[in-house]
Antibody, heavy 120, light 111 residues
Framework: QVQLQESGPGLVKPSETLSLTCTVS????????WSWIRQPPGNELEWIGY???????MYKPSLESRVTISLDTSKNQFSLKLTSVTAADTAVYYC??????????????WGQGNLVTVSS | QSALTQPRSVSGSPGQSVTIACTGT?????????VSWYQQYPGKAPKLMIY???ERPSGVPDRFSASKSDNTASLTISGLQAEDEADYYC???????????FGTGTKVTVL
Protein backbone atom coordinates (compact mmCIF):
# COMPACT_ATOMS: atom_id res chain seq x y z
CA GLN A 1 0.00 0.00 0.00
CA VAL A 2 1.54 3.28 -1.11
CA GLN A 3 1.64 5.99 1.53
CA LEU A 4 2.35 9.66 0.90
CA GLN A 5 3.52 12.35 3.32
CA GLU A 6 3.84 16.05 2.49
CA SER A 7 6.38 18.26 4.22
CA GLY A 8 7.29 21.91 3.99
CA PRO A 9 6.73 25.32 5.54
CA GLY A 10 3.24 26.33 6.56
CA LEU A 11 3.83 30.04 5.96
CA VAL A 12 5.25 31.73 2.87
CA LYS A 13 5.60 35.44 2.21
CA PRO A 14 3.99 37.05 -0.83
CA SER A 15 6.18 37.05 -3.96
CA GLU A 16 8.34 34.24 -2.57
CA THR A 17 8.52 30.58 -3.64
CA LEU A 18 6.41 27.85 -2.09
CA SER A 19 8.32 24.56 -1.79
CA LEU A 20 6.83 21.25 -0.72
CA THR A 21 8.10 17.68 -0.75
CA CYS A 22 6.16 14.44 -0.82
CA THR A 23 7.80 11.30 0.53
CA VAL A 24 6.60 7.98 -0.85
CA SER A 25 6.66 4.83 1.26
CA UNK A 26 5.29 1.33 0.85
CA UNK A 27 6.04 1.24 -2.83
CA UNK A 28 8.34 2.33 -5.60
CA UNK A 29 8.30 5.57 -7.54
CA UNK A 30 8.16 3.50 -10.71
CA UNK A 31 4.93 3.01 -12.59
CA UNK A 32 2.96 5.87 -11.08
CA UNK A 33 1.94 9.39 -11.98
CA TRP A 34 2.73 11.71 -9.07
CA SER A 35 0.51 14.79 -8.75
CA TRP A 36 0.05 17.89 -6.65
CA ILE A 37 -3.47 19.07 -5.91
CA ARG A 38 -4.56 21.99 -3.74
CA GLN A 39 -7.72 23.07 -1.98
CA PRO A 40 -8.21 26.66 -0.80
CA PRO A 41 -10.08 26.84 2.54
CA GLY A 42 -13.75 26.09 1.95
CA ASN A 43 -13.28 25.65 -1.79
CA GLU A 44 -13.02 22.90 -4.36
CA LEU A 45 -9.96 20.94 -5.35
CA GLU A 46 -7.57 22.16 -8.03
CA TRP A 47 -5.09 19.96 -9.87
CA ILE A 48 -1.66 21.61 -10.22
CA GLY A 49 0.37 19.11 -12.21
CA TYR A 50 2.03 15.73 -12.34
CA UNK A 51 5.37 14.08 -12.94
CA UNK A 52 5.62 10.57 -14.32
CA UNK A 53 8.24 8.23 -12.93
CA UNK A 54 10.07 8.63 -16.25
CA UNK A 55 10.43 12.34 -15.50
CA UNK A 56 7.89 13.73 -17.95
CA UNK A 57 5.65 16.46 -16.57
CA MET A 58 2.33 18.17 -17.25
CA TYR A 59 1.04 21.28 -15.52
CA LYS A 60 -2.28 23.06 -15.32
CA PRO A 61 -1.99 25.65 -18.10
CA SER A 62 -2.98 28.61 -15.91
CA LEU A 63 -0.22 27.76 -13.41
CA GLU A 64 2.40 26.48 -15.82
CA SER A 65 4.54 29.63 -15.77
CA ARG A 66 5.01 29.39 -12.00
CA VAL A 67 5.12 25.64 -11.33
CA THR A 68 7.90 23.09 -11.31
CA ILE A 69 7.48 19.47 -10.19
CA SER A 70 10.58 17.34 -9.82
CA LEU A 71 11.44 13.79 -8.82
CA ASP A 72 14.22 12.36 -6.63
CA THR A 73 14.09 8.61 -7.12
CA SER A 74 17.01 8.01 -4.76
CA LYS A 75 14.96 9.43 -1.90
CA ASN A 76 11.56 8.23 -3.13
CA GLN A 77 10.38 11.83 -3.14
CA PHE A 78 8.84 14.33 -5.50
CA SER A 79 8.60 18.07 -4.99
CA LEU A 80 6.56 21.13 -5.88
CA LYS A 81 7.85 24.65 -6.41
CA LEU A 82 5.40 27.50 -6.98
CA THR A 83 6.95 30.91 -7.57
CA SER A 84 5.68 34.44 -7.00
CA VAL A 85 2.95 33.38 -4.60
CA THR A 86 0.05 35.58 -3.56
CA ALA A 87 -2.75 35.19 -1.03
CA ALA A 88 -4.71 33.33 -3.71
CA ASP A 89 -2.21 30.48 -3.36
CA THR A 90 -3.20 29.88 0.25
CA ALA A 91 -4.51 26.33 0.37
CA VAL A 92 -4.09 22.82 1.67
CA TYR A 93 -1.65 21.17 -0.71
CA TYR A 94 -1.99 17.42 -1.31
CA CYS A 95 0.33 15.06 -3.07
CA UNK A 96 -1.37 12.17 -4.82
CA UNK A 97 -0.59 9.15 -6.96
CA UNK A 98 -2.28 7.52 -9.96
CA UNK A 99 -1.61 3.83 -10.53
CA UNK A 100 -3.47 3.58 -13.83
CA UNK A 101 -1.81 3.72 -17.22
CA UNK A 102 -3.78 6.94 -17.77
CA UNK A 103 -2.95 9.80 -15.46
CA UNK A 104 -6.48 11.19 -15.67
CA UNK A 105 -8.22 8.02 -14.49
CA UNK A 106 -8.23 8.98 -10.84
CA UNK A 107 -6.00 9.62 -7.85
CA UNK A 108 -5.62 6.34 -5.96
CA UNK A 109 -3.45 7.51 -3.07
CA TRP A 110 -3.31 10.83 -1.21
CA GLY A 111 -1.12 12.47 1.40
CA GLN A 112 -2.77 13.95 4.48
CA GLY A 113 -2.35 17.51 3.21
CA ASN A 114 -0.16 20.46 4.16
CA LEU A 115 -1.77 23.85 4.81
CA VAL A 116 0.26 26.65 3.29
CA THR A 117 -0.67 30.22 4.13
CA VAL A 118 0.68 33.10 2.07
CA SER A 119 1.03 36.13 4.30
CA SER A 120 3.59 38.72 5.27
CA GLN B 1 -11.64 26.65 -16.85
CA SER B 2 -14.90 26.68 -14.88
CA ALA B 3 -15.41 24.04 -12.24
CA LEU B 4 -17.92 21.30 -12.94
CA THR B 5 -21.31 22.06 -11.41
CA GLN B 6 -22.61 19.99 -8.52
CA PRO B 7 -25.55 20.60 -6.19
CA ARG B 8 -24.40 22.21 -2.98
CA SER B 9 -26.09 19.57 -0.86
CA VAL B 10 -28.22 16.45 -1.00
CA SER B 11 -29.74 14.50 1.87
CA GLY B 12 -31.45 11.24 2.55
CA SER B 13 -32.50 8.93 5.34
CA PRO B 14 -30.58 5.77 6.21
CA GLY B 15 -31.32 3.06 3.68
CA GLN B 16 -32.44 5.46 0.98
CA SER B 17 -30.61 6.29 -2.24
CA VAL B 18 -29.18 9.66 -3.23
CA THR B 19 -27.76 10.75 -6.57
CA ILE B 20 -25.27 13.55 -7.11
CA ALA B 21 -25.11 15.13 -10.55
CA CYS B 22 -21.93 16.59 -12.00
CA THR B 23 -22.62 18.81 -14.98
CA GLY B 24 -19.95 19.84 -17.42
CA THR B 25 -19.64 20.37 -21.15
CA UNK B 26 -18.70 18.45 -24.26
CA UNK B 27 -15.14 19.64 -23.64
CA UNK B 28 -14.83 17.76 -20.37
CA UNK B 29 -17.41 15.29 -18.98
CA UNK B 30 -19.06 14.73 -22.33
CA UNK B 31 -15.85 14.37 -24.28
CA UNK B 32 -13.85 11.82 -22.33
CA UNK B 33 -14.18 8.61 -20.33
CA UNK B 34 -12.06 10.00 -17.49
CA VAL B 35 -14.51 10.96 -14.75
CA SER B 36 -13.67 10.20 -11.13
CA TRP B 37 -15.40 10.76 -7.81
CA TYR B 38 -13.94 11.48 -4.38
CA GLN B 39 -15.28 11.32 -0.84
CA GLN B 40 -13.85 13.81 1.66
CA TYR B 41 -14.48 14.04 5.39
CA PRO B 42 -13.84 17.40 7.09
CA GLY B 43 -10.13 18.00 7.60
CA LYS B 44 -9.19 14.82 5.76
CA ALA B 45 -7.75 13.98 2.37
CA PRO B 46 -10.11 12.93 -0.42
CA LYS B 47 -10.60 9.23 -1.13
CA LEU B 48 -11.10 7.80 -4.61
CA MET B 49 -14.55 6.22 -4.90
CA ILE B 50 -14.98 5.88 -8.68
CA TYR B 51 -12.57 6.09 -11.62
CA UNK B 52 -13.01 5.93 -15.40
CA UNK B 53 -16.67 7.00 -15.12
CA UNK B 54 -18.03 3.88 -13.40
CA GLU B 55 -15.21 1.69 -12.07
CA ARG B 56 -14.94 1.04 -8.34
CA PRO B 57 -11.51 0.64 -6.72
CA SER B 58 -10.98 -2.38 -4.54
CA GLY B 59 -12.46 -1.83 -1.09
CA VAL B 60 -15.14 0.67 -2.09
CA PRO B 61 -18.60 -0.70 -1.20
CA ASP B 62 -20.82 -1.62 -4.14
CA ARG B 63 -23.41 0.77 -2.70
CA PHE B 64 -21.49 3.39 -4.66
CA SER B 65 -22.15 3.42 -8.38
CA ALA B 66 -21.69 5.97 -11.13
CA SER B 67 -22.53 6.64 -14.73
CA LYS B 68 -22.40 9.31 -17.40
CA SER B 69 -24.89 10.62 -19.93
CA ASP B 70 -23.94 13.34 -22.38
CA ASN B 71 -22.34 16.15 -20.37
CA THR B 72 -23.51 14.97 -16.95
CA ALA B 73 -21.92 12.38 -14.69
CA SER B 74 -23.76 10.95 -11.71
CA LEU B 75 -22.81 9.24 -8.47
CA THR B 76 -25.45 7.18 -6.68
CA ILE B 77 -25.20 6.01 -3.10
CA SER B 78 -27.66 3.21 -2.43
CA GLY B 79 -28.60 2.04 1.04
CA LEU B 80 -27.35 5.27 2.59
CA GLN B 81 -25.40 4.85 5.83
CA ALA B 82 -24.37 7.35 8.48
CA GLU B 83 -20.72 6.97 7.48
CA ASP B 84 -21.57 8.24 3.98
CA GLU B 85 -22.07 11.74 5.33
CA ALA B 86 -19.23 13.66 3.71
CA ASP B 87 -18.37 15.96 0.82
CA TYR B 88 -18.20 14.46 -2.65
CA TYR B 89 -16.29 15.87 -5.62
CA CYS B 90 -16.37 14.84 -9.24
CA UNK B 91 -13.39 15.30 -11.54
CA UNK B 92 -13.00 15.13 -15.31
CA UNK B 93 -10.26 15.29 -17.88
CA UNK B 94 -10.79 18.38 -20.02
CA UNK B 95 -8.28 18.16 -22.83
CA UNK B 96 -4.75 19.44 -23.20
CA UNK B 97 -5.59 23.12 -22.78
CA UNK B 98 -7.43 22.75 -19.49
CA UNK B 99 -6.20 19.30 -18.44
CA UNK B 100 -8.24 18.41 -15.34
CA UNK B 101 -11.19 20.06 -13.66
CA PHE B 102 -12.92 19.29 -10.38
CA GLY B 103 -16.53 19.81 -9.41
CA THR B 104 -17.81 22.37 -6.92
CA GLY B 105 -18.50 19.69 -4.34
CA THR B 106 -21.67 18.29 -2.75
CA LYS B 107 -22.33 17.79 0.92
CA VAL B 108 -24.24 14.60 1.59
CA THR B 109 -26.26 14.65 4.80
CA VAL B 110 -27.73 11.52 6.33
CA LEU B 111 -30.90 12.54 8.12
Amino acid sequence: QVQLQESGPGLVKPSETLSLTCTVSGGSISGYYWSWIRQPPGNELEWIGYIYYSGSTMYKPSLESRVTISLDTSKNQFSLKLTSVTAADTAVYYCAATASSSWASGFDYWGQGNLVTVSS
Amino acid sequence: QSALTQPRSVSGSPGQSVTIACTGTSFDVGGYKYVSWYQQYPGKAPKLMIYDVSERPSGVPDRFSASKSDNTASLTISGLQAEDEADYYCCSYAGIYTSLVFGTGTKVTVL
